[in-house]
């Protein structure tokens, strides 16, 4: 080997905020809070507030290494503590507020965070989970000096502590493999499993996510995450944003239709992502209120699959292009994105909406996929033979926090936890998770083509599958539907609308209405309906 010669600049967060705030010094950043005014500045401002935070938490005792937890929403102050804590090589740990009091108080333990920034309207889940935090030394209301409230655990505001510290730092440059972000996945199985995201993983990922075949922003793009901050850094837009000169529109803990409606109108949104669960909720505001997304171009849905009715109206109604992603919090979280190829335009304007929508998304340079056939071979890329999802690359993680076995296989490879194919065109579609698959008689049945199917039928908001004990069959498909509002739909008419797209042995053997229960990271609570009904077919 020739070694090269070229500099080794550790790649650092800090690097993103020093660029955006040459580069990009006064395009703006806006955003809503629980109850204060729409704030308003531009990346020099968050490079000046980021490094008083810095400055702060230094005051304080945070050191290279320390942890530091948030309960926060998408806001310019959670922002600023996305660069501040990184930046001085301490870690953010954005606890998810949507766990159980339980969950939250394990995560900050085995974090062994020193500081917890929380939301005001936090104030009584922090007074509750308080006494159980074990390493927890100081308490930060993320709040100006006057709505800061007095006898609050803590009860220093955030604007009080920064405030007149230097709005200049000379951000320290370290390895660029230490620790910046700590973010636990939901424990939907058993405890919450720690993923330490590093600087090199995070600033790599947001490159690739800036890329044309993911994101593609543009210093005109003006970006609304509705993804949490808390849940894998919001897909990564907080640094893909700055690195590509877009302005940032927060929308804090508001995503009900009508102010979601707001921001995008009033700030001239173009990129939005969220969980579906966002999306139809906004939809269905839409259709109500006879409204347009006027700016919107494209909008970025993951986290579980994007109904393909939903893409569709998007589309068809309102002008904008779906581009579904697929991720997890082990992979920070972009794996796949669902963007057109001349391949598939070729094919005609049709065809290649059908074959973007009813997949997944498809190869990005810097993850490698493998989908892995019971006996360990590698499955073709045929798009039919389906199997374990492998994964492997720099931003996928290698070992859980403080956990000593490695969570990826020796080879590199993750397994994902999820059942896919992937054809000839890098495209992968997701037939299910391990644990949601259902075996009829020996045969797999795929929850999320049932359910996809079924949330297209008039009146369907919400439609879930799930695989119920069957006297005879082993497992059965069950259909829970919640429906819209003031929809009279019944079983007779969502069978029927089955019947043609299904083949028959899917068939789900009943058909139940209930509101169908989400998780923290709000996906279809499975496990939970699968309990609920697990007798449902016993007779
Ligand atoms: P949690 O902490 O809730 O598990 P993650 O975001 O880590 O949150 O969940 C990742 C899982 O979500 C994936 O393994 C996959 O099963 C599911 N998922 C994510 N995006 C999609 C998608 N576009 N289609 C189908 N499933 C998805």
Request: charged fraction near 20%; proline fraction near 6%.
């Amino acid at each position: 080997m020739t070694p090269g010669l070229m500099q080794t600049t550790p790649l650092m967060i800090s690097g993103i905020l020093n660029y955006a705030a040459r580069a990009h010094a006064g395009r703006e950043i806006v955003s809503r809070l629980i109850d204060e005014p729409l704030w308003r500045y531009d990346y020099a401002g968050l490079a000046r507030r980021a490094a008083q935070a810095a400055h702060a938490l230094r005051r304080l005792g945070v050191a290279s290494g320390d942890r530091v937890s948030s309960l926060a929403w998408n806001t310019h102050r959670h922002l600023e503590l996305f660069y501040a804590v990184p930046g001085i090589g301490a870690v953010l740990h954005t606890a998810n507020p949507r766990l159980f009091d339980e969950q939250i108080v394990y995560t900050i333990n085995h974090a062994e965070s020193r500081v917890l920034f929380y939301e005001r309207n936090f104030a009584a889940l922090v007074e509750r989970i308080a006494p159980h935090l074990t390493t927890v030394k100081t308490f930060v209301m993320l709040s100006d000096a006057e709505r800061t409230i007095p006898g609050a655990v803590g009860a220093i505001g955030y604007e009080t502590l920064i405030a007149g510290e230097p709005e200049a730092i000379d951000w320290p440059v370290f390895d660029e493999n230490a620790g910046a972000f700590l973010c636990y996945t939901s424990g939907t199985t058993g405890d919450p499993k720690g993923v330490l995201y590093s600087h090199r993983a995070v600033v790599l990922h947001a490159m690739a996510g800036g890329l044309n075949s993911a994101f593609g922003f543009t210093a005109f793009d003006v970006v609304l995450p509705c993804s949490s901050l808390y849940h894998a850094t919001a897909w990564g837009l907080p640094f893909t944003a700055p690195m590509c000169g877009a302005k940032i529109v927060l929308p804090a803990d508001r995503m009900d239709g009508a102010s979601l409606h707001a921001l995008i109108q009033g700030e001239g949104v173009t990129f939005t992502g969220g969980v579906p669960t966002i999306w139809t909720m906004y939809l269905d505001w839409l259709d109500k209120t006879g409204q347009r997304p006027d700016s919107l171009k494209r909008v970025v849905i993951g986290g579980s699959a994007v109904p393909r009715a939903m893409a569709e109206t998007f589309k068809r109604r309102y002008g904008v292009q779906t581009l579904q992603i697929w991720g997890m919090t082990e992979t920070c979280p972009i794996g796949v994105v669902a963007t057109p190829t001349p391949a598939l335009a070729a094919l005609g304007e049709e065809a290649m909406d059908e074959a973007i929508w009813t997949r997944q998304g498809r190869l990005q340079f810097g993850i490698e996929l493998r989908v892995e056939t019971e006996d360990g071979q590698e499955a073709p890329w045929d798009g039919e033979t389906s199997g374990a999802l492998l994964v492997r690359g720099p931003w996928v993680v290698r070992r859980y926090f403080r956990k000593e076995a490695d969570a990826a296989r020796p080879d590199g490879w993750f397994d994902t936890g999820d059942i896919a194919t992937l054809d000839a065109n890098g495209f992968m579609r997701i037939t299910d998770r391990q644990k949601d698959v259902i075996k009829s008689g020996g045969e797999w049945i795929s929850s999320i083509d049932l359910e996809n199917v079924a949330v297209g039928c008039p009146g369907v908001k919400i439609a879930a599958v799930v695989g119920v004990p069957h006297p005879k069959w082993e497992e059965r498909p069950l259909l829970v539907i919640e429906v819209h509002e003031g929809s009279a739909v019944g079983k007779d008419e969502v069978l029927a609308y089955l019947a043609p797209r299904i083949v028959k042995w899917w068939t789900p053997d009943d058909v139940v209405f209930a509101a169908v229960p989400l998780t923290a990271t709000g996906k279809i609570d499975k496990k939970v309906l699968r309990e609920a009904w697990r007798s449902h077919l016993m007779g």
